[in-house]
T-cell receptor, first 111, second 113 residues
């Protein structure tokens, strides 16, 4: 069935290293949203991408939406301990009204 | 301005029982979506309510039902609870569907024993 895949499932990095998580869909996405969930918390919206090839930056975070609107990535430059959490992508598949979430990438930042 | 509020925060139920979870959306939002998040997994869409009607439904059995009230608040009901229903239940509110930012509540942690 339609689904959104996310890799890697886990990532451990040393503080100051970069981090990237990738999101892939078998179906064209109307948009892609990224959320961060801290341990014990709830998903918090980070950003939404709508246009093919779109790139958005938030300080050390860079988000990209693929040209075919089937994949996306989140890149964090020079990670900090405050970046710890699970990062989820979530997309609207085609004309669907429901967000389909990826399985998430759990980021651990070692001090 | 209150965000999305859910109640209760934690709940323990016995197999076969029924449970009702509640959600008040962020002020100004008219759409409520419910998600089930198992440990270590991404949120799974249950259903979405808009204008007091179920607009979209995920792959969940009929044991899962919901309601939206005129003030946009919502309830999630689960009948005949199974051990596998143990999860974090998240409510998200947005404006008219999910094409805009969704605000999540803190969730209700349901444990079925």
């Amino acid at each position: 069935g339609q689904q959104v895949m996310q890799i890697p499932q886990y990532q451990h990095v040393q503080e100051g290293e970069d981090f990237t998580t990738y999101c892939n869909s078998s179906t064209t996405l109307s948009n892609i949203q990224w959320y961060k969930q801290r341990p014990g918390g709830h998903p918090v919206f980070l950003i939404q991408l709508v246009k093919s090839g779109e790139v958005k930056k938030q300080k050390r975070l860079t988000f990209q939406f693929g040209e075919a609107k089937k994949n996306s990535s989140l890149h964090i430059t020079a990670t900090q301990t405050t970046d710890v959490g699970t990062y989820f992508c979530a997309g609207l598949l085609g004309s669907a009204r429901q967000l389909t979430f990826g399985s998430g990438t759990q980021l651990t930042v070692l001090p | 301005d209150a965000g999305v509020t859910q109640s209760p925060t934690h709940l323990i139920k016995t197999r076969g029982q029924q449970v009702t979870l509640r959600c008040s959306p962020k002020s100004g939002h008219d759409t409520v979506s419910w998600y089930q998040q198992a440990l270590g997994q991404g949120p799974q869409f249950i259903f979405q309510y808009y204008e007091e009607e179920e607009r979209q439904r995920g792959n969940f059995p009929d044991r899962f039902s919901g309601h939206q009230f005129p003030n946009y608040s919502s309830e999630l009901n689960v009948n005949a609870l199974l051990l596998g229903d143990s999860a974090l239940y998240l409510c998200a509110s947005s404006l008219v569907g999910m094409s805009t930012e969704a605000f999540f509540g803190q969730g209700t942690r349901l444990t079925v024993v």
